[in-house]
């Protein structure tokens, strides 16, 4: 039982730190606060991540053949942590987390060499095509269809909630290429590039007014054999291993961190009714109480990397540690407008709006934290079943 | 970083599993809360050959040398077995402020007397204003012929009936503010002018108001030094919180397992409970409170442990789990039904004492303004 860190540890975080002071734009999340979506931040991030392409810390995790750094194990943790807390402008975390891996083991070594140089050095963008609009949590009825024509595949359908889907180079997604077989078991996995004609990408507007995902239509769109990804009809399994690479728990909890500073400062600096918001009792127990969450959710996510570092499966703690801290930025959210008071209504990177808008903000797109990367729903039942031995 | 517990905890923790399993079944617990001491001194006898009672002393006081964390994962294993004994009373509340303060005299007269099962004692802390801070403290002790003369009225005293000597947190003088002025008296439970009244609690456990009317005791009866005993005795608050924090780990841990349990097998409308969502999402929600419980109090003890400073961690994890303990335990009785709710059933043992750890050592509101002050606010 050890919560501390080693020297070298210790030495490694300050030299993310020192990265990280080094390469972020002045003022970033202080003075400079961007829009997800807008085109500066999406500017700033691809040359960030670019940035971590070039040291080889985009894909640090992956196996050393195939460019990973071979770190112990708890100083990804502390990179991923580090880069939580400072919000950095990463874009693409989907290729080396979820598809780069998947590609290393599913791959032939033609798709290798094509597509994770591109991935690893931050350049190639990738949107995730898996939900559709008549399948998102129960994602395995998915009805977009590939179907083989000579040497080609013919891929027809519609995706959505295709976050960054009008930046995108390439397109991962899952297609069925056998709708006679049982749902799971003829769902097949395809890589494609976004210039192939008949793929047409329309930015859906989110209720924060920011146009953060997508629709993607496939009309007859035609791609070379290899653009399978592995066996035909295996799809479905090699995705949901894949999300299984899930790396660290700890973004949540640095996240929200770093907006409970925030909102600290704010309560000192503010006043109402003649006292600071500091001041107020309801206030400083709601304060308290979320700083209490952050670091349950914190030591939670320490001991889920405790057993990662031991190749051990995790237990039902992972995924109940998403369904908590995503909640918990509900509450955040909440907590930081109700301070707010009539102030909180004012709309992000307006005048007059206190740290810059970023609370109102997070108070609408927070909704999603709760149903996007399965629903709070589905993942108490995953916790139930799964994770305890429910009977369904 | 690891959160993992090493060989020697995993040893302390299935061998304490072990032993209470067979020791210290629920039927026993009942005959305990019926029983008028309140718990078995015969099985206490063999806790403290176990070595347990002297588990953190140091070996040169009769004790085993573990640490705090040790400690918390016998106090876990304890809290499941809801043990009733008097350990928490003469090992956290009387033994630690004398292994912190006392001279090299009082520890050898009492560390191995606790460590070999030999004397109990107790801390006399609270009062009728039920604080655990430093303004709490208002029974008087007056300087006379060399000694002390004590007055005035302890509340929710633990095991007092059974105690040999108290430990008495007494006021010596007003100057400087109330974290000044507060000394630790030894007095003998048989003393002329002490009193004892049993109190009757939610939990069963044995609690008492101690009075003193002019409690004569020496010169000796001091442990550490005159007007300075505040910050000992904040420090076995702290131990003795994050101690009470394993116990409900435990507690909940099992009240979580027997719902879980209850789940797969109680069967309605055709089909075990389990099969509906509104039960799995009741399950699933207990994993955060059990779990976050757990890791939020060991990192506490962790650092207790290595003397590092820890007001908002202790008050952090007393806030937690003390309420997801009261939730686990209420989700429980809600999964259970009416069964439940019975007296002959289980779970009510636990619920009860839920209560007690949940408010002793100061409840989740209090430790959350502690933490609001640690936060800068």
């Known amino acids: 039982m050890d919560f501390s860190w080693s020297a070298e540890e210790e030495t490694f975080r300050e030299e993310i730190r020192d990265f990280l002071k080094a390469e972020l734009p002045a003022g970033w999340n202080d003075s400079l606060v961007l829009d997800k979506e807008d085109d500066e931040y999406i500017k700033i991030a691809k040359e960030f991540t670019r940035k971590l392409g070039a040291k080889g810390w985009f894909t640090a995790h992956w196996p050393e053949a195939y460019g990973g750094l071979s770190w112990p194990f708890w100083q990804h943790f502390i990179m991923n942590e580090e880069m939580s807390t400072a919000d950095a402008p990463i874009i693409g975390g989907n290729g080396p987390k979820f598809l780069g891996p998947t590609i290393i083991h599913y791959g032939s070594d033609e798709q290798k060499k094509q597509f994770l140089p591109g991935i690893a050095k931050g350049e190639d963008l990738w949107v995730q095509g898996y939900s559709e609009p008549n399948s998102g949590s129960d994602l395995a009825s998915l009805q977009t269809r590939a179907e083989e024509d000579g040497d080609d595949w013919v891929i027809n359908g519609q995706k959505i909630w295709s976050s960054y889907g009008h930046y995108a180079d390439w397109c991962f997604m899952l297609a069925r290429t056998d709708p006679e077989a049982p749902k799971h078991r003829g769902i097949s996995y395809f890589l494609l590039d976004m210039k192939t004609p008949g793929i047409t990408v329309r930015p859906l507007i989110n209720i924060a007014g920011t146009k953060g995902f997508n629709e ?100 039902p703690e992972a995924p109940a540690n998403k369904v908590f801290t995503s909640e918990m930025m509900q509450r955040l959210a909440q907590v930081g407008m109700q301070m707010m008071g009539l102030y909180g209504q004012l709309e992000f990177n307006t005048k007059w709006a206190p740290l810059k808008g970023k ?32 009977p369904r | 970083m690891d959160l993992s517990l090493n060989e020697e905890q995993e040893l302390l923790q299935s061998s304490a599993r072990d032993f209470l399993g067979a020791n210290c079944p629920t039927t026993h617990v009942r005959e305990m809360e019926e029983d008028s001491i309140g718990y078995s001194a015969a099985l206490w006898q063999e806790i403290a050959d176990l070595g347990w009672a002297g588990l953190m002393f140091p070996e040169a006081y009769g004790g085993a040398g573990y640490g705090f964390v040790e400690l918390c994962v016998l106090m876990e294993e304890c809290g499941r077995a ?88 007494v006021r010596t003088s007003d100057e400087g503010g109330p974290e000044n002025g507060i000394s630790l008296l030894l007095v003998p439970c048989n003393a002329s002018g002490v009193e004892t009244t049993a109190l009757s609690t939610i939990a069963s456990d044995r609690q008492f108001e101690v009075s003193f009317t002019n409690v004569e005791v020496g010169a000796e009866a001091l442990v550490g030094e005159l007007n300075q005993a505040w910050p000992i005795l904040k420090q076995t608050i702290d131990h003795a919180a994050i101690a009470k924090c394993s116990e409900m780990v435990g507690i909940a841990q099992v009240a979580f397992d027997m719902s879980v349990d209850y789940a797969k097998n109680r069967v309605q409308f055709g089909r075990p409970i389990g099969t509906f969502q509104a039960i799995k999402h009741k399950c699933a929600d207990m994993v955060i409170d059990v779990d976050g419980s757990r890791f939020i109090t060991l990192r506490a003890a962790w650092m207790l442990n290595e003397g590092l400073e820890a007001p908002k961690e202790v008050s952090m994890a007393k806030a937690w789990t003390s309420e997801a303990c009261r939730r686990v335990c209420a989700q429980a009785h809600q999964i259970h039904g009416g069964i439940g709710f019975t007296k002959e059933y289980d779970l009510q043992l636990y619920f009860r004492r839920a209560k007690n750890g949940e408010v002793f050592y100061g409840d989740a509101d209090l430790h959350r303004e502690v933490v609001a002050q640690e936060m800068g606010l």
Not at chain 2, 159 to 164: E, I, L, R, W
Request: charged fraction near 20%; include cysteine; glycine fraction near 8%.
């Open chain 1, 216 to 315: 993607i239509f496939f009309e007859n769109v035609r791609v070379p054999k290899n653009a399978l990804l592995g066996e035909k009809n295996r799809g479905w399994y090699m995705a949901t291993t894949t999300l299984s690479y899930e790396r660290t728990a700890i973004e949540a909890p640095a996240r929200a961190q770093r907006i409970l500073n925030d909102l600290v400062r704010y309560a000192k600096l503010t006043k109402r009714n003649g006292q600071t918001l500091a001041e107020a009792p309801a206030i400083r127990q709601r304060l308290a109480q979320l700083a209490i969450e952050i670091d349950v959710s914190r030591c939670l996510s320490y001991r889920v990397a405790t057993s990662q570092a031991r190749d051990a499966i995790p237990g």
């Open chain 2, 82 to 169: 809801l043990l009733p004994s008097p350990f928490h009373s003469t090992v956290l509340t009387f033994g630690l402020p004398i292994l912190l303060a006392g001279s090299e005299a009082q520890k050898q007269h009492y560390l191995p007397a606790i460590a070999s099962g030999a004397m109990l004692g107790t801390l006399a802390l609270t009062e009728p204003s039920a604080s655990f801070e430093a303004s709490g403290v208002s029974v008087r002790a007056e300087a006379r012929h060399g000694g002390y003369v004590i007055n005035g009225t302890k509340l929710f005293v633990l095991n007092a009936h059974t105690a040999d000597e108290l430990l008495v947190a």
């Open chain 1, 359 to 390: 609370i109102e903000r997070l108070y609408l797109t927070s909704i999603s934290g709760t149903i996007a990367g399965g629903t709070s729903e589905i993942q108490r039942n995953i916790i139930a079943e799964r994770g305890l031995g429910l």
